[in-house]
Protein backbone atom coordinates (compact mmCIF):
# COMPACT_ATOMS: atom_id res chain seq x y z
CA UNK A 1 0.00 0.00 0.00
CA UNK A 2 2.51 2.56 -1.51
CA UNK A 3 -0.64 5.23 -2.02
CA UNK A 4 -1.05 5.12 2.14
CA UNK A 5 2.24 6.03 3.30
CA UNK A 6 2.72 8.87 0.59
CA UNK A 7 -0.70 10.41 2.01
CA UNK A 8 0.61 9.79 5.82
CA UNK A 9 3.53 11.84 4.57
CA UNK A 10 1.67 14.74 2.84
CA UNK A 11 -0.80 14.70 6.29
CA UNK A 12 2.47 15.17 8.39
CA UNK A 13 4.30 17.42 6.52
CA UNK A 14 0.80 19.76 6.86
CA UNK A 15 0.84 19.26 10.36
CA UNK A 16 4.27 20.68 10.44
CA UNK A 17 2.92 23.54 8.57
CA UNK A 18 0.26 24.20 10.52
CA UNK A 19 2.33 23.88 13.63
CA UNK A 20 5.14 26.36 12.97
CA UNK A 21 2.44 28.90 12.19
CA UNK A 22 0.42 28.44 15.61
CA UNK A 23 4.04 29.03 17.05
CA UNK A 24 3.97 32.87 15.88
CA UNK A 25 4.80 35.34 18.35
CA UNK A 26 2.01 36.15 20.70
CA UNK A 27 3.68 39.85 21.38
CA UNK A 28 4.23 41.09 17.28
CA UNK A 29 2.80 44.78 16.02
CA UNK A 30 -0.91 45.51 16.89
CA UNK A 31 -3.22 45.33 14.50
CA UNK A 32 -3.33 47.82 11.58
CA UNK A 33 -5.80 50.60 12.53
CA UNK A 34 -9.31 50.25 11.52
CA UNK A 35 -9.80 53.40 9.98
CA UNK A 36 -7.01 54.01 7.69
CA UNK A 37 -6.07 50.22 7.25
CA UNK A 38 -2.76 50.92 8.83
CA UNK A 39 -1.49 53.28 6.38
CA UNK A 40 -2.29 56.91 8.55
CA UNK A 41 -3.91 58.97 6.17
CA UNK A 42 -7.07 58.77 4.55
CA UNK A 43 -8.29 60.30 1.15
CA UNK A 44 -9.13 63.74 1.58
CA UNK A 45 -12.76 63.96 1.14
CA UNK A 46 -12.19 68.23 0.21
CA UNK A 47 -10.79 67.30 -2.91
CA UNK A 48 -11.82 63.46 -3.27
CA UNK A 49 -7.83 63.02 -2.92
CA UNK A 50 -7.35 65.40 -6.12
CA UNK A 51 -5.16 67.72 -3.91
CA UNK A 52 -6.88 70.55 -5.87
CA UNK A 53 -10.21 72.12 -5.94
CA UNK A 54 -12.06 73.58 -8.37
CA UNK A 55 -12.85 77.75 -7.48
CA UNK A 56 -15.43 79.35 -8.99
CA UNK A 57 -14.67 82.99 -9.89
CA UNK A 58 -16.28 85.95 -11.52
CA UNK A 59 -14.25 87.00 -14.50
CA UNK A 60 -12.21 90.23 -14.32
CA UNK A 61 -12.52 91.41 -18.06
CA UNK A 62 -16.42 91.41 -17.64
CA UNK A 63 -17.07 91.65 -14.46
CA UNK A 64 -19.41 88.40 -14.05
CA UNK A 65 -21.57 89.54 -16.96
CA UNK A 66 -19.99 87.53 -19.68
CA UNK A 67 -20.00 90.25 -21.68
CA UNK A 68 -18.48 93.44 -22.76
CA UNK A 69 -19.35 96.76 -24.02
CA UNK A 70 -18.64 96.97 -28.08
CA UNK A 71 -16.16 98.90 -28.82
CA UNK A 72 -17.28 99.98 -32.56
CA UNK A 73 -20.73 101.17 -31.41
CA UNK A 74 -19.66 102.13 -27.36
CA UNK A 75 -22.66 99.53 -26.33
CA UNK A 76 -25.42 101.57 -28.39
CA UNK A 77 -25.72 98.78 -30.45
CA UNK A 78 -25.87 100.66 -33.29
CA UNK A 79 -23.77 103.17 -35.20
CA UNK A 80 -24.85 106.87 -35.92
CA UNK A 81 -25.28 107.10 -40.10
CA UNK A 82 -22.42 109.37 -41.34
CA UNK A 83 -24.56 110.34 -44.78
CA UNK A 84 -27.77 112.02 -42.96
CA UNK A 85 -25.68 112.68 -39.37
CA UNK A 86 -27.63 110.75 -37.96
CA UNK A 87 -31.30 112.37 -38.75
CA UNK A 88 -32.53 110.17 -41.52
CA UNK A 89 -32.67 113.06 -43.83
CA UNK A 90 -30.71 114.70 -46.22
CA UNK A 91 -31.60 118.05 -47.07
CA UNK A 92 -31.78 118.73 -50.52
CA UNK A 93 -32.27 121.93 -52.40
CA UNK A 94 -33.66 122.41 -55.46
CA UNK A 95 -31.89 123.62 -58.62
CA UNK A 96 -32.58 127.59 -58.36
CA UNK A 97 -34.72 127.63 -55.64
CA UNK A 98 -34.90 128.26 -51.97
CA UNK A 99 -36.85 125.41 -50.72
CA UNK A 100 -35.36 122.86 -48.46
CA UNK A 101 -36.97 119.29 -49.55
CA UNK A 102 -36.04 116.44 -46.50
CA UNK A 103 -35.21 113.04 -48.91
CA UNK A 104 -34.97 109.91 -46.59
CA UNK A 105 -31.75 108.81 -46.45
CA UNK A 106 -30.48 105.76 -49.12
CA UNK A 107 -27.88 104.74 -46.48
CA UNK A 108 -29.70 104.00 -43.56
CA UNK A 109 -33.11 103.57 -44.85
CA UNK A 110 -34.43 106.86 -42.83
CA UNK A 111 -33.47 105.30 -39.47
CA UNK A 112 -30.50 107.62 -38.69
CA UNK A 113 -28.51 104.85 -37.58
CA UNK A 114 -26.57 101.62 -38.84
CA UNK A 115 -26.87 98.76 -37.10
CA UNK A 116 -23.69 97.61 -35.69
CA UNK A 117 -21.77 94.56 -37.05
CA UNK A 118 -19.07 94.24 -34.53
CA UNK A 119 -21.98 92.93 -31.81
CA UNK A 120 -25.37 92.16 -30.59
CA UNK A 121 -27.38 95.07 -28.84
CA UNK A 122 -23.89 96.77 -28.28
CA UNK A 123 -22.72 93.63 -26.27
CA UNK A 124 -19.86 91.13 -27.28
CA UNK A 125 -19.07 88.27 -25.51
CA UNK A 126 -16.40 88.18 -22.93
CA UNK A 127 -13.56 85.95 -25.24
CA UNK A 128 -11.79 85.69 -21.52
CA UNK A 129 -14.64 83.62 -19.95
CA UNK A 130 -16.25 81.85 -22.73
CA UNK A 131 -19.17 84.52 -22.18
CA UNK A 132 -20.02 82.75 -19.10
CA UNK A 133 -19.13 85.54 -16.69
CA UNK A 134 -17.10 82.83 -14.50
CA UNK A 135 -13.85 81.34 -14.42
CA UNK A 136 -13.12 77.92 -13.62
CA UNK A 137 -9.54 77.99 -11.76
CA UNK A 138 -7.72 74.61 -10.53
CA UNK A 139 -6.68 76.02 -6.36
CA UNK A 140 -4.97 73.45 -3.81
CA UNK A 141 -7.07 72.07 -1.88
CA UNK A 142 -7.25 73.73 1.76
CA UNK A 143 -8.27 70.20 4.24
CA UNK A 144 -4.92 68.61 2.26
CA UNK A 145 -2.49 71.09 1.65
CA UNK A 146 -2.26 69.58 -1.45
CA UNK A 147 -1.38 66.57 -0.89
CA UNK A 148 -4.67 65.05 -1.32
CA UNK A 149 -4.70 62.95 1.94
CA UNK A 150 -5.41 63.78 5.66
CA UNK A 151 -3.85 62.30 8.44
CA UNK A 152 -6.23 59.24 10.51
CA UNK A 153 -7.89 60.94 13.21
CA UNK A 154 -8.39 57.64 14.59
CA UNK A 155 -4.45 56.79 15.19
CA UNK A 156 -2.91 60.01 15.07
CA UNK A 157 -1.62 59.69 11.54
CA UNK A 158 0.37 56.15 12.77
CA UNK A 159 2.26 57.74 15.29
CA UNK A 160 0.80 55.62 18.42
ZN1 LIG B 1 -5.76 55.23 11.30
ZN1 LIG C 1 -7.96 67.83 -0.07
ZN1 LIG D 1 -15.61 87.45 -18.92
ZN1 LIG E 1 -21.31 97.33 -31.59
ZN1 LIG F 1 -28.54 107.87 -42.96
Do not use: W, Y
Not at 14 to 26: D, I, N, S
Amino acid sequence: MKSTSMLLGAVAALLLTVGCEVHVRQDGPPPPCRTCNGAGSLACGGCGSKGSVEVITACGTCKGSGALRCGSCAGAGAISCGKCKGTGDIAEFGVGKKLEVKIQCKSCAGRGSLACGACTGGRIGCSACGAKGKIAQQAQCQSCAGTGKVACRSCRGGRR
